[in-house]
């Protein structure tokens, strides 16, 4: 089975703090994604990452950014947290092209207080 | 761009009986469906995909009905057990690899 990720479960962070969110992916998968998720919101995409080095924004980009300097290596990065960066984080991987679907992690569910 | 919409924020079903929930999308050019299962504190797990060239599809207790006339997604689950409780999300392909997700439909399995 595709086994994706996440290195925490919980994370409570104080504002103003820099936020490193890791997710690791074991299928040799093309495509990662991050995606934030909020009450009545759903997935909402932040960055995705077609291959190694590559980045592109999704639909809210701002206060974070990414890293992905290995193929298997997925990195969300908030650079100044906030509390309304308070949410359900959810990496995803897949294979390129259309026709294949994500595979999820568990998520980190992230406080800034 | 595209957007995905689900029906009903909540669904109360008895055990036993079954359930559908729906999704309507907006993009014509959508070529692939799929319907995700969230448990509680968990990510989405898939559960059943659909390609433009079908208009149902089976799986174990699950079927998709596919309508691209109405842009028209449904999930099916037959014969609803608790275990079945949780957000279910409809996605479909948008632009390049990526997916657009619904904003979730709850079942609740009422004993």
């Known amino acids: 089975d595709v086994k994706v990720t996440q290195s925490s479960r919980y994370l409570v962070k104080r504002t103003g703090e820099k936020v490193f969110l890791e997710c690791v992916q074991d299928?040799?998968?093309?495509?990662m994604f991050w995606y934030r998720q909020d009450p009545g919101l759903g997935l909402r995409l932040i960055y995705f990452?077609?291959?190694?080095?590559?980045?592109e924004k999704g639909d809210i980009p701002e206060g974070y950014s990414v890293s992905r300097e290995k193929k298997e290596r997925f990195s969300l990065i908030l650079e100044s947290a906030s509390t309304n960066q308070t949410s359900m984080y959810l990496c995803a991987s897949s294979e390129p092209g259309q026709g294949y679907g994500y595979t999820f992690g568990s998520g980190t569910r992230l406080t800034v207080v | 761009g595209e957007s995905v919409g689900l029906h009903l924020p909540t669904l109360s079903v008895q055990e036993g009986d079954n359930s559908i929930i729906n999704c309507a999308y907006s993009n014509s050019a959508s070529d692939y469906f799929i319907w995700y299962k969230q448990e509680s504190g968990k990510g989405p797990q898939f559960i059943i995909d659909i390609r433009s060239n079908m208009d149902k599809r089976q799986g174990q207790r699950v079927t998709v009905l596919l309508n691209k006339t109405v842009k028209h997604l449904s999930l099916q689950i037959a014969a609803t057990q608790p275990g079945d409780s949780a957000v279910y999300f409809c996605?479909?392909?948008?632009?390049?690899?990526?997916?657009?997700f619904g904003t979730g439909t709850q079942l609740k399995v009422e004993l």
């Open positions: 996605a479909v392909t948008g632009g390049g690899n990526k997916l657009t």
């Open positions: 299928m040799d998968h093309e495509n």
């Open positions: 990452s077609y291959d190694v080095k590559m980045k």
